[in-house]
């Protein structure tokens, strides 16, 4: 049977899922999951990512980590991590851009957290020059100091979408309509994690959830409250969103989330808000949320692109001058993208960022 059809036999015995819950399925069911069961990257994937359009992009995350770990004084052993490392290109491009600051990689203990059974094969591929070691939670990530990247993995991490009906919200669910998925409400209560968006909503509003990131946030700010570090999350979102942003892509371009579950990419926009929040509650500073295309303009993109054209001509330097265009321009990535860090309270923010 397909996902679909177990979803339908599902909903059909014990009523309608939450969004939550149907994300969570489609990405990573066992058997069926969109990212148990494939590489959706790149071109002739479904989306492409920024460490998959230039080198640049892990390079200079490679560089504004390396640095924060020099300015917090060399601990002598840490962790390294990336947060869901899709192919493992930007970590491969941040290991090759840091072998020259002293005593960086003799120091790490490189931890990659990836749900994917394929994409941890790749992984171990892109990065077999280095030893790096699978967790399967944040949880499992050792209690020293953390230098940890994120790029575009809380757009995938399940969210829950409410409607308000006057001074409450609804919940909206998936359901059966003459046998097919179909988005339906449920019940309206009172929703004390969406308090504060009873200021700015009105009636028949839809604002999002995402509990999963904030547990995320938890631990990764209490490591580095606890013992140092920083971390740098990439995503595309704002402060906070107002909207049903819950989008599907096959083939780089917009599906019907309903229509293809476990065979489209499904993501929501992340809001930056209530990561800013847990990160305070772990008692660890966060950085302005700051866009893409200033945060590697302030790392140097624009002096590395020249760098690295020096021996191109044609094609090659119209990639390169594209690819530079592609990460920076508030048109392309450079504004939709934004950059989060976190790092200790007493602290300063990894280059590229303000406190
Ligand atoms: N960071 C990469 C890949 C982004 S795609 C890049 O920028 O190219 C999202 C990544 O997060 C994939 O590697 C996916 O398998 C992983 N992922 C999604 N949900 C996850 C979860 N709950 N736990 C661990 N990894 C997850």
Known sequence: MSLKGKLIARIHLSGPITVGDYMTDCLLHPEFGYYTTRDPLGQAGDFTTAPEISQMFGELIGLSLAQA????????????????????????DLLRATRGVAGFHAAMDLCLIEASPTLRDKQAKALESYTPRWLDAVSDLPDQPLFLVANEFFDALPIRQFVRKDAGWAERLIGLDEGKLHFGLGSPGAQPALAHRLDDTSDGDLVELCAAALTVIDVIGTRIAAHGGAALIVDYGDWRSLGDTLQALTDHAPVDPLETPGAADLTAHVDFEPLCHAARAANCAHSKVTPQGMFLERLGITQRAQALAQPLSGAALNDLIQAHRRLTHPEEMGNLFKVLGLFPVRGTPPPGLDP
């Open 69 to 92: 770990w020099v300015d917090q004084g060399q601990p002598a052993k840490f962790t390294l991590a990336e947060l869901g490392p899709g192919r493992g290109t930007l970590m491969a």
